[in-house]
């Protein structure tokens, strides 16, 4: 059964941010601990290239760090002009570096926005809507399955800013997760969320073996102790295990609760392991809402 934990907290002061979730262009008083180094922003002139490129301002501004913009395909003195346009009405720096590559795309852009330094690269991620699913489109197919970064992947990019109202955050159990805890709540109190979610998934072949397991805690019990664990609940945290046969029901949770922010931890590419774990394969095919994907960083 759901858990909503809270506590009473003393009543924050609004903050003006410029990120997908803030109040309005240009206002920035703070930015969040996580920083990011470098953002790129991986644009097409398709019909939502000014809502990427107003997200990703504002998700510079947000993280605190500088914007570069990535294109693939060839520089024109017209596309020049749509960038300029674009950079002027989303009150962006004009000198904002844009940098043009030819090659495949997921590619090329994974490689310079290394070489560039950025560990975040946002972009849209839809390609068609059939029935209620929205299916990715191949570029955040392959920055997903290939890009050693941090990914912010819009389903419908907007122009204008809205808040972000229904934030959840797969946990895994892992020290990554714990991070992406802190880090969702942390976007949701900026955004005054009522609540934050914090999911996660049991198949049935799990619950099988936890059944089996003499002394096996209870799934409902361990969530809730490790929110307790890593947060100080300076925010509803809202605990709920999603039960089925494969990940797909997690996917389906996430629509039917209109989940507009899903913050979910992989594994980082180049590695033995999968990237995706099991319970979120369906990301390769499906993007249900705005993703944040946080990769597993290396310890020491």
Request: charged share 20%.
């Amino acid at each position: 059964m759901p858990c909503l934990m809270d506590v009473s907290f003393p009543l924050l002061e609004p903050v003006p941010l410029r990120f997908y979730f803030a109040s309005s262009p240009g206002e920035v008083t703070a930015t969040v601990e996580y920083m990011y180094r470098s953002i790129a922003a991986a644009t097409t002139f398709s019909p939502r290239f000014l809502a990427v490129l107003s997200e990703a301002g504002r998700a510079a501004d947000y993280f605190g760090a500088p914007l570069q913009l990535i294109h693939v395909g060839e520089e024109t003195a017209e596309k020049q002009e749509r960038f300029a346009n674009g950079l002027e009405q989303f009150r962006l720096p004009a000198d904002t570096p844009i940098h043009w590559l030819a090659g495949e795309p997921a590619r090329v852009i994974s490689e310079r926005a290394r070489s560039l330094g950025s560990d975040l690269v946002v972009a849209g991620a839809i390609q068609s809507e059939q029935g209620y699913r929205p299916f990715a489109n191949d570029i955040s197919k392959q920055l997903l399955a290939e890009a050693p970064l941090d990914l912010f992947l819009f389903l419908r990019p907007r122009e204008e800013a809205e808040t972000i109202k229904n934030p959840a955050v797969l946990i895994d159990f892992s020290a990554t997760s714990a991070e992406a805890l802190k880090q969702t709540i942390k976007l949701a109190k900026k955004n005054r969320s009522e609540k934050i979610v914090a999911l996660h998934m049991l198949t049935t072949f799990e619950e099988h073996r936890l059944n089996s397991t003499p002394d096996a805690i209870d799934p409902e019990d361990k969530l809730d102790q490790f929110v307790l664990a890593h947060t100080n609940l300076d925010i509803p945290v809202e605990t709920i295990v999603v039960r089925g046969n494969t990940g797909f029901s997690l996917c389906q949770y996430v629509q039917e609760s209109e989940i507009d922010l899903f913050v979910v931890t992989t594994g980082m590419p180049g590695v033995t392991q999968p990237v995706l774990s099991a319970q979120v394969e369906w990301l390769s095919q499906v993007i249900p809402c705005n993703v944040w994907v946080i990769r597993e960083r290396a310890t020491a």
